[in-house]
């Protein structure tokens, strides 16, 4: 029975959305009459789902907060040894977000009509990522949804911390730095160039410290308009030229050749990739189709095509500990834990186990890093008000020396 959205009217002319099970949308305004209320529109769930996906270039997306907390409720419901129709039904009715009750009442429509579970999130990929379908699919395969779904909501759960971490550690620096920035532009457009015309009349040079001072004042007031034209339209152009993966992939380069910024950027990458691939072994997912789903998870591109190279020497014969650690960028962490968990015969429990040390050494790293950056920053903008006070007293010290 397919799931409908509408928007109907009530008795005191005020609009009312929601969603219906129904037949056809003539049964489902039959419904909304019944209820008292006037249907404005019907629309089925899945065919406004795929038009929303055309208009938007399938990129609007769940995201991982949501997700995870879907994912958990569906595992705990079908732990819990309930139907699956109903434990979609369930989902979607805790759930406080309209679409995503949308998508999963669509999702239960198809089961109802004798999809699996797999094929009905296969009909919103801009929602469900490949991995989330994939394993699923794997799980249903198996017989252990269950424990599919179990893991699954522990992925989703530690890809959203590790993402808030990352977004909450952003946040003071870039505060720092865009007040640093505000104040140094304030005082240099507005405060400096009140102050240094009691200089004018001074029969005297200027301290170079002041004239610089002066010079910059006097750029900025002339040109600052055009500089920040010029700096939006080159953050335009570079975010433009990303979009080409051959710049992209350049780029992605230069950045593994940073020195701190390589560390994050491997650490982070490493940790997707293997709780992926931990993710995908258990539920019983061939290595290629694993390797291959889980690069598409790697951001980094040349990371991204050392995984895809690895896969062509796993189909070889190879080992893929031996195939990764060929291309010298993944951490030596993860190469070693995945080389134990291939002589051992528990991959996934290692994979597992390398995804955590790096998501721990991370948060180690990043928790370190913005307790280092935030006290250089007010240094730096400390630093940068002094030179600005002393460009303005020398001069007034030098006067007095003359007047004595």
Known sequence: MPAYEYVAAGGDGRQVKGVLDGDSARQVRAQLRDQGLFPLSVDEVERQETGRGRRLGMRRGVSANQLAVMTRQLATLVRAALPLEEALYATAQQTEQPRLTSLLLAVRARVMEGHTLADGLAEFPQAFPEIYRSTVAAGEQSGRLDLVLERLADWTESRQELQQSLRAAMIYPIFLVAMTLAVTMLLLAYVVPEVVTVFDNLDTDLPPLTQGLIALSDFLRAWGVWLAAAIVIAAWLFKRALRADAFRYRFHLFLLRLPLIAKLIRGVNAARFSRTLAILSAAGVTVLDALRISAATVLNLPMRAAVEHAAVRVREGAPIAKSLGASGLFPPLTIHLIASGESSGRLSEMLERAATAQE?????????????????????????????????????????????
């Not at 250089?376 to 007047?403: E, R, W």
């Open 360 to 404: 721990r050494e991370m948060q180690s790293t990043i928790g370190t890093l913005m307790g280092v950056l935030g006290p250089v920053l007010i240094l730096l903008m400390g630093a940068l008000v002094l030179m600005i006070v002393l460009a303005i007293l020398l001069p007034i010290f030098d006067f007095n020396q003359m007047l004595r």
